[in-house]
């Protein structure tokens, strides 16, 4: 059997040689991007790969970034902007390893990166840090977000101020060992291990007007099929796994996700920013490598979709990111993306 985090049918070997889009940037390897648009300019908020010589194992291991560098570009098609290190690991005081999948938020001035690390006891928690300017450098925090846990945030602001962040990631995203509220250090390396009951679901908190605190308590992202029930933990084509989303769209709030292991990104529909949310389908295939991570936008009137793959390395561990455009149809529904498209 292939291991957990070894490439399948898309893996380097395998795959598919025309590709929907090209890599946005080669100098640096990239991953997770978060977008935003921030003075009318695109912002893009990535893992930053780096070969670390650790071999690939089920905990994620061999993701052991250092550093974010903050990308910008004034249009789609246009130069990417590379502004350097904007946080390293070696300025986050309570950190340990593996900074991953980060996002940004703006507020009253200042811009917040929000990024999960291991702290010094190996627990993925989330930390917070501040700055000026959208392309860093930031400030971290002494501390991570009191109540944080696990990976993956991704922060949402509606359209009346209130912001919400999302998180969490099952398997090396530790999300399955808080089920008791507390972190359990022995706990499943892997999902509840009950397929017949609901799957673990993403978190969703309301932030304070500050950005850095939790406003309330954590609660999950549900997700109800076509018939009002919840997806079950041996529906790995449908249910959560990481890599969680919020967009709003005609006045609907879009919940979109990685399913992980089945490699599918998939989205659910909700009348409110904290759910519950209806599934309503795939609307990306799998990409080159393990894992697929991506954000949604929308800018000058079009929305875009920002994701990675492999093709740079053909290594599920050193990724690259890329954007393509994103359809809503006349329904609601969004049109499915082949990453080896047309
Ligand atoms: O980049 C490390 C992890 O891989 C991210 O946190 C996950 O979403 C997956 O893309």
């Avoid at 950190?95 to 200042?110: E, M, S, V």
Wanted: charged share 20%; aromatic share 14%; glycine share 10%.
């Amino acid at each position: 059997a292939l291991s957990f985090y070894q490439v399948k049918a898309q893996s380097a070997t395998e795959a598919k040689q025309g590709y929907l889009s090209p890599p946005l940037i080669k100098s640096i390897y990239t991953a997770d991007p978060s977008a935003h648009v921030f003075d009318g300019k695109i912002y893009i908020y990535p893992s930053h790969d780096i070969d670390a010589g650790i071999p690939e194992n089920d905990n994620g291991d061999h993701f052991a970034m250092n550093d974010y560098h903050i990308l910008s570009m004034d249009s789609i098609n246009g130069p990417v902007t590379d502004h350097g290190v904007g946080l390293a690991i070696k300025n986050i005081p309570w950190a340990g390893r593996q900074l991953w999948a980060p996002d940004a938020a703006f507020k009253n001035g200042i811009y917040y990166l929000y990024f999960p690390v291991k702290d010094k006891q190996d627990v993925f928690r989330i930390g917070v840090a501040t700055s000026k300017n959208p392309a860093g450098p930031f400030k971290a925090n002494p501390k991570p977000i009191a109540g944080s846990f696990s990976i993956d945030p991704a922060v949402f602001t509606d359209t009346d101020g209130s912001s919400y962040m999302y998180f969490g990631g099952i398997w090396g995203g530790q999300l399955q060992r808080w089920k008791n509220g507390k972190y359990d250090a022995n706990g499943s390396k892997t999902d509840l291990q009950k397929d017949d009951e609901p799957a673990l679901s993403c978190k969703v908190v309301k932030l304070k007007g500050n950005m850095v605190e939790f406003a309330g308590p954590v609660k999950d992202v549900v997700i109800l099929d076509s018939l009002g029930k919840p997806l079950l933990g041996k529906d790995h084509d449908r249910r959560f796994f990481e890599g969680s989303w919020m967009h709003k769209y005609n006045g609907k709030y879009y919940f979109s996700y990685s399913t992980g292991d089945t490699h599918l990104l998939e989205y659910a529909i909700g009348d409110s920013p904290l759910g519950p949310f209806t599934y309503q389908g795939v609307f990306m295939k799998p990409v080159q490598g393990w894992t697929t991570h991506h954000s949604i936008i929308e800018f000058k009137g079009k929305w875009y979709i920002f994701y990675h793959d492999t093709e740079l390395s053909g290594k599920t561990h050193l990724r690259n990111i890329k954007v393509t455009e994103l359809y809503h149809n006349a329904d609601g529904s969004i049109k499915l993306i082949d990453p080896f498209g047309p």
